[in-house]
Nanobody
Framework: QVQVVESGGGLVQPGGSLRLSCAAS????????MGWYRQAPEKQRELVAW???????YYVDSVKGRFTISRDNAKNKEYLQMNSLKTEDTAVYYC??????????WGKGTQVAVSS
């Protein structure tokens, strides 16, 4: 059984920072891509960022220059460093991973709230 668990969410003021972590465990074949989605109230889930095993990254335009994704391949962990947070970053953030066999796994999400 595969488990994907996020941590690091919370309440922060605009301009502040948070670091999200995600740990995957269990019977996982090789992980190809790890990433983060988010879903704000009454909005569709959107892709925030992803990173491949080789270190290639993608960011949605709204977070470029503020968020940094990284991963530890040996430990099946990934991180999302979020700086200069804005109120519009408020959402539930979900970790996901895709294996080399194109199987996707998801975490249950961690809440990020940006408010003064």
């Amino acid at each position: 059984q595969v488990q994907v668990v996020e941590s690091g969410g919370g309440l922060v003021q605009p301009g502040g920072s948070l670091r999200l972590s995600c740990a995957a465990s269990g019977s996982i074949s090789s992980i190809q891509t790890m990433g983060w989605y988010r879903q704000a109230p009454e909005k569709q889930r959107e892709l925030v960022a992803w990173i491949t095993t080789g270190g290639n990254t993608y960011y949605v335009d709204s977070v470029k220059g503020r968020f940094t994704i990284s991963r530890d391949n040996a430990k099946n962990k990934e991180y999302l460093q979020m700086n200069s947070l804005k109120t519009e970053d408020t959402a539930v953030y979900y970790c996901y991973l895709r294996t080399t066999k194109w199987v996707d796994y998801w975490g249950k999400g961690t809440q990020v709230a940006v408010s003064s």
